[in-house]
């Protein structure tokens, strides 16, 4: 069996990096261990309605794993205030400690279901900003995306 050189290593190291800053610059993140065994994970659809609150805000996103394996989302953190996970059970919403993102699979956070909660905002997010956030994995590195805000009424255009 042969193993990875170094020229194999320093290539995969600078993939890595190009489609973690490609990620950065459109709003989007991705992170994941190199190989499809692992979970491969990317972000998609990532909104925050302008809040209509000085202390509170939501945030949508899609979690896609491409990899062979689960992924945990276990924690959120932002500049812009405390961030937590919360699920939507018939119609009743409470926070949870952490969200699978299926092998081969994907975790919506979306209107009416499970979300993102910002809570004692250090700042109201206007329409037309960005919100950082870097969401935190059980044993994967964490990804950073940059959540644009919309007007408060947007509503996405479906697929999304």
Do not use: W
Not at 83 to 105: D, I, K, N, Q, Y
């Amino acid at each position: 069996m042969r193993l990875p050189g170094r020229r194999t290593a320093t290539a995969a190291a600078l993939l890595t990096g190009v489609l973690l800053l490609t990620g950065c610059g459109s709003g989007d993140g991705s992170a994941g261990d190199g190989g499809s065994a692992g979970a491969e994970l990317s972000v998609s659809g990532a909104y925050m309605p302008q809040p209509v609150s000085d202390s509170m805000a939501a945030g949508f996103l899609t979690i896609s794993n491409s990899g062979g394996e689960k992924a945990e989302l276990v924690s959120v953190t932002s500049d812009v205030g405390e961030v937590t996970v919360h699920e939507t059970v018939e119609g009743s919403m409470r926070a949870v400690e952490s969200l699978a993102v299926p092998a081969g699979g994907e975790l919506a956070l979306s209107s009416g279901g499970n979300h993102l909660m910002f809570e004692k905002l250090t700042r109201k997010p206007l329409e037309g900003e960005k919100v950082a956030v870097k969401l935190h994995f059980a044993g994967l590195s964490p990804v950073d995306v940059e959540i644009p805000v919309k007007a408060a009424t947007y509503t996405p255009a479906s697929g999304q």
